[in-house]
């Protein structure tokens, strides 16, 4: 009886994370669709109604596309063996790192800024690189061209991918780079909005981590339990 009523009240736990993960999911995409589309910019760290058009550009006017790399699976490492390794990226795994290659062996290095689109496997998903990488033949990559904010060119591209990134038409589902090269990416010159951006992003980050951290102690904690191996006391 006492694990049973520590048990749901640890339930009731989560759901109280998940539903606060929920509101700032809710409001996170407000602010971004707002600001992102010129209805609201930031002064002084508030938000305040935007009249002022926002210019658009071509993503190939901020961003040299090119497909990732042919990497063989011999050149890959499971994980970093010297200073020269760097880690590859693939798309089926929401662009997880999934081994690392000697930098010497591949043509194709993204840097702090650049981008990795999922065109095969998890198509469609997104991220921003940090440090020196590669990713792989299932990826499109993003070399940034100009100093725009590559962050608010992410954010503006995740905001509109269900209408911007459709698979093309292919044995296999597939974004290519014929298919992403007319899009257009609102132009939002200012570093206060980028702040802001960043500041309810980390506010979301913080929660995902404190849930999954949750979620895997009680997980843990079920098992003991359960299996006698720990026990409540008064």
Request: glycine share 4%; charged share 30%.
């Amino acid at each position: 009886k006492k694990v049973s009523i520590f048990l749901r009240e640890f339930e009731k736990y989560k759901k109280t994370i998940k539903e606060l993960l929920r509101k700032i999911e809710i409001r996170n995409k407000y602010y971004i669709d707002k600001l992102l589309n010129g209805e609201l910019t930031v002064q002084n760290e508030k938000t305040v109604e935007n009249n002022i058009p926002l210019n658009k550009t071509l993503i190939t006017e901020l961003f040299d596309l090119k497909m990732g790399e042919t990497i063989l699976k011999n050149q890959i490492e499971e994980h970093k063996i010297n200073d020269n390794c760097i880690p590859v990226y693939s798309a089926t795994e929401e662009n997880k790192i999934f081994g690392y290659i000697d930098k010497n062996k591949v043509k194709k290095i993204l840097c702090e800024n650049d981008m990795i689109l999922a065109a095969r496997g998890s198509i469609g998903s997104l991220k921003l690189t940090d440090g020196i990488k590669t990713s792989t033949q299932t990826t499109i990559q993003l070399i940034a061209i100009t100093k725009y904010s590559s962050y608010l060119a992410l954010k503006y591209l995740e905001n509109n991918r269900s209408v911007i990134f459709k698979p093309q038409g292919a044995a296999i589902p597939q974004i290519t780079i014929d298919g992403i090269k007319s899009i257009e990416i609102n132009l939002i010159n200012n570093k206060e909005v980028e702040t802001f951006l960043r500041k309810i992003d980390k506010e979301k980050e913080k929660v995902e981590k404190l849930l999954k951290l949750e979620e895997q102690r009680f997980e843990w904690l079920s098992d003991k339990l359960l299996s006698g191996e720990y026990i409540i006391e008064d």
